[in-house]
Structures are given as structure tokens and as C-alpha cells.
């Protein structure tokens, strides 16, 4: 069955940096677009930011633009989340979800509903 496991998460103080990972497992990979979302306490899960299945495009939201950056390696069926300069407010519960089409092409999906499989997060706390 399909997996996602995510690591990497941890208290950092603000500047740090911090690498996610993503391992996943039961579906062909290298297929899919894959994503990364954060829930901050009290509010609703909002997209961070997505790659595409060959990894020739990524998107970002606007608040981590410059200072995150998405990849992956198909070859170890890994997506990876490394955040630099992270802020008190990127202090959240990470999760990396697959994209519920293979091969799409076109516009990456910003919203949960495009995803159908997810990890079970890792938090990240950043402090002040």
C-alpha cells in the first residue's frame, strides 16, 4: 500500500535551518508530482510547496519564496524540504502528500483536495 513517512522535523531557533524528508513507498514514485504542506496551530493546512514528477518545475508559496527549496530523488524514492532562514512562523506539523494523478502535466495543484495521499507530519518549531 502506498506511504509516506516523513523525517527531519525538530526544535531550531530562528535562522536555522532544517532538511524534511519524505520516504515513499508502494506506487511507482518517480509518477507523481509531489507536495508539501504545514499546519500551524489553529489554522486550516495550507500548500508550501510542489514538484513535479521529472522535477523540472517547482512552486512555492509566496511566504517561503527564497528561503525553501523542494527536491527530490526518484532513485531513493525520497522528497526532501530544506528550509533556511526559517522563521517563528513557519513553526507548523509538515506533511508531504502525493499528487492524485500520475504524470500530470500543466499547473501544479496548490490545494488538499488534488492530493490523495499523505504522511502522518513531522513538527517543526521554531523558536524566537
Known amino acids: 500500500q502506498v506511504q509516506l513517512v516523513e523525517s527531519g522535523g525538530g526544535l531550531v531557533q530562528a535562522g536555522d535551518s532544517l532538511r524534511l524528508s519524505c520516504a515513499a513507498s508502494?506506487?511507482?514514485?518517480?509518477?507523481?508530482?509531489m507536495a508539501w504542506f504545514r499546519q500551524a496551530p489553529g489554522k486550516e493546512r495550507e500548500f508550501v510547496a510542489s514538484?513535479?514528477?521529472?522535477?523540472?518545475?517547482?512552486v512555492y508559496t509566496d511566504s517561503v519564496k527564497g528561503r525553501f527549496s523542494i527536491s527530490r530523488d526518484n532513485a531513493k524514492n525520497t522528497v526532501y524540504l530544506q528550509m533556511n532562514s526559517l522563521k517563528p512562523e513557519d513553526t507548523a506539523v509538515y506533511y508531504c502528500a502525493r499528487d492524485m494523478k500520475n504524470y500530470r502535466l500543466g499547473n501544479l495543484p496548490r490545494v488538499e483536495s488534488q492530493y490523495d495521499y499523505w504522511g502522518q507530519g513531522t513538527q517543526v518549531t521554531v523558536s524566537s
Open positions: 508502494g506506487y511507482t514514485f518517480s509518477s507523481y508530482n
Open positions: 514538484i513535479t514528477w521529472g522535477s523540472g518545475t517547482t
